[in-house]
């Protein structure tokens, strides 16, 4: 009896899974402000009718820049009075039971920290609508993204994976050359004392007298 128990009780998990998994979502979840971010609006077909039909609303304060086109599904803008647009529309093509299809969208962030909501209406074959725009509670809740605060200094976040450079740093001062010291003068000659003078005046009279009586000699 325990064991019926409890795989009836995770059989019971298993549907509710099911259940919300099948709900209209955007990918990923979080993200930062005035960043630009590639979502992911999953839309899977829960009745037994193709879905024919998607509409999103984007949160305020966004701006759309584009979309991954998606073969047999064609794309038509709403704009607010100012030529923003503010809801996507996707038509032409089929979600077949069982099925689910991504589009893919290029999307600036809104500038302030939010929990916001991405409105989605749902139209299947028959011309019925699925309105995701209720709480997180609710049987058809709105797709949620968190908004968080940017890590970087600045308005728009890099692009992933890449960082600004570091500044190289400044190239260090030559140093100044040593100069080089300029030779001494050499040293003025001592003028000649007077005595000096005299006394080699005096030798070579003595020499002359000599050379007169050696010759007188002879």
Not at 43 to 70: M, N, Y
Not at 168 to 177: I, K, V
């Amino acid at each position: 009896m325990k064991r019926i128990v409890a795989l009836l009780a995770a059989l019971f998990v298993l549907a509710l899974g099911s259940v919300a998994s099948a709900h209209v979502t955007v990918w990923p979840k979080q993200s930062p402000v005035n960043g630009y971010e590639r979502y992911t609006l999953r839309v899977p077909t829960e009745k037994d009718i193709p879905t024919t039909k998607v509409r999103v609303e984007l949160p305020a304060g966004s701006t759309f820049s584009g979309w991954l086109p998606v073969p047999g599904w064609t794309l038509t803008t709403e704009k607010d009075g100012a030529g923003k647009v503010v809801a996507l529309v996707f038509a032409g093509g089929q979600i077949k039971p069982g099925e689910f299809m991504e589009f893919g969208l290029s999307v600036k962030n809104p500038a302030t920290p939010a929990d916001v909501a991405w409105k989605a209406y749902q139209t299947y074959s028959d011309n019925s609508v699925v309105e995701w725009v209720g709480a997180s509670t609710a049987d058809t809740p709105a797709p949620m993204v968190k908004l968080t605060p940017a890590t970087g200094a600045g308005g728009d976040t890099a692009a992933p994976g890449t960082s600004a450079p570091a500044p190289s740093p400044a190239p260090a001062p030559s140093p100044a050359p040593t100069p080089t010291p300029a030779p001494a003068p050499a040293p003025a000659a001592a003028p000649a004392s007077g005595a000096g003078n005299w006394l080699g005046g005096g030798a070579l009279v003595i020499s002359l007298v000599a050379l007169v009586l050696a010759i007188r000699k002879r």
